[in-house]
């Protein structure tokens, strides 16, 4: 069943609810102001009885049972012993009223009321039932034309799935939910069309820089079978090559985890001051300091930055430092080489993105980004004035 069916079925029992409690109340309203009317009758018709007098217009009737006597007036219905109260039979209105030594049954032939009872049900039944049956066609419409802006979101959806074309929007008409929906929809195709293009880019140039040393040493290993290389000379060559294509395939590895990490109680001081001592450039931290991530990770992310401010800042006033700024901690390298151009700091987060035309892989700092994002940190590359650059993995407790 559609939503549409469902939302036009709950307005109409909705309505028909409401029109039946009505309906009921209205009855029992006329009901009541009918009986009373009948009632104040009687009531009229026992006064005129007990002083002598003619009684009131219509067919009234009694019967007093005092003892074992039994007196009635003519045309009193034939009607069984009844205990004190208010009854319908048969067309009368019947009032049993309690008498001194037994009882007074006054009666009134009013098959009028009834049948106006009868047609007044009848008449609301009609009416409850034709008003629902038109509100339901109009709630048919009513709930048609409030769900278009989702009919539209469910088509788009479809051509995206069909076409596997991310570039489809659905336009963001009418107001409320429907219209958070749609922007939240287009918001999220939107994402995945970037997520996507990415994810080319980065095949197109994981596939560009892996064949890059293959070619190099197959070109080495050919010129060896030649004889134009000592074969020294081309293994040499050759093992540099599959080095490279190592770190790109280490890197890559990194690069394709899920942004997710195990995190473990490490001393992040120490992590730090061991790498400082195996680049052999100065620490400047706490002695200790205790942190929960993935050690491995951080490890691999710092000797990044390390090699970076190597190549790139030829290993100028290279130092590590160690610092809590705010709730982070900041773990930061910084060199006095020539720094990074204003718009390479955008780039250079970038897979594959290279500043210069030093060697390496332009992998680096994506590593090291990626690994500070995994931790739920940041990695932030600041100019280091007068020159030099900054480059910081800022990681929350």
């Known amino acids: 069943m559609s939503l549409r069916t469902r939302l036009a079925l709950f307005f109409a029992l909705s309505i028909g609810l409401a029109l039946f409690f009505q309906g009921a109340l209205s ?54 012993p009844l205990a004190p ?12 009223m309690e008498a001194p030594g037994g009882t007074l049954t006054l009666a009134r032939y009013e098959p009028e009321a009834l049948l106006a009872l009868s047609r007044f049900r009848l008449a609301l039944f009609a009416s409850g039932a034709a008003l629902t049956l038109a509100f339901a066609l109009l709630a048919t419409r009513l709930a048609g034309a409030a769900l278009r ?44 069309e970037a997520f996507l293009e990415r994810e080319k880019r980065f095949t197109r140039d994981a596939a560009h820089e892996l064949r890059t040393p293959v070619a190099a040493a197959l070109a080495q290993l050919e010129a060896a079978e030649a004889g134009y290389l000592p074969p020294q000379e081309a293994q040499e060559a050759v093992k540099e090559e599959l080095l490279r294509m190592k770190r790109l395939v280490e890197a890559l590895l990194v690069l394709a985890r899920e942004g997710r990490v195990t995190p473990v109680p490490l001393d992040l001081a120490a992590l730090a001051r061991e790498e400082a001592r195996a680049f052999g450039v100065p620490y400047r931290g706490p002695e200790t300091l205790p942190y929960e991530g993935d050690p491995l990770l951080l490890a691999q992310a710092l000797r990044n930055l390390l090699r970076n401010a190597f190549l790139h800042g ?15 901690l900041v773990l930061e390298v910084k060199d006095e080489g020539p720094g990074m151009p204003e718009e390479a700091l955008k780039e250079a987060g970038r897979a594959f993105f290279r500043a210069s035309a030093k060697p390496g892989e332009g992998l680096g700092l994506s590593v090291a980004k990626k690994v500070a994002e995994a931790h739920g940190g940041r990695l932030e590359l600041l100019p280091h004035p007068p020159s030099g650059l900054r480059a910081r993995l800022r990681l929350p407790r």
């Open 27 to 80: 009855y029992v309203a006329f009901k009541g102001l009918i009986e009373a009317d009948l009632d104040r009758s009687l009531l009229f018709y026992a006064r005129a009885l007990a002083e002598g007098r003619p009684g009131p217009r219509g067919e009234f009737a009694f019967r007093l049972v005092q003892g074992g006597t039994r007196t009635q007036s003519p045309g009193f219905p034939d009607l069984p």
């Open 85 to 96: 109260g208010r009854y319908w039979k048969e067309g009368w209105r019947v009032w049993v």
């Open 149 to 192: 802006p989702l009919s539209r979101l469910t088509e788009v959806a479809r051509r995206v799935a069909d076409s596997q074309d991310l570039s489809h929007r659905v336009p963001p008409e009418g107001g409320g939910e429907l219209k958070a929906l749609a922007e939240a929809f287009n918001h999220m195709l939107e994402r995945l």
């Open 314 to 328: 030829e290993g100028k006033g290279v130092e590590v430092r160690l610092f809590q700024e705010g709730k982070d």
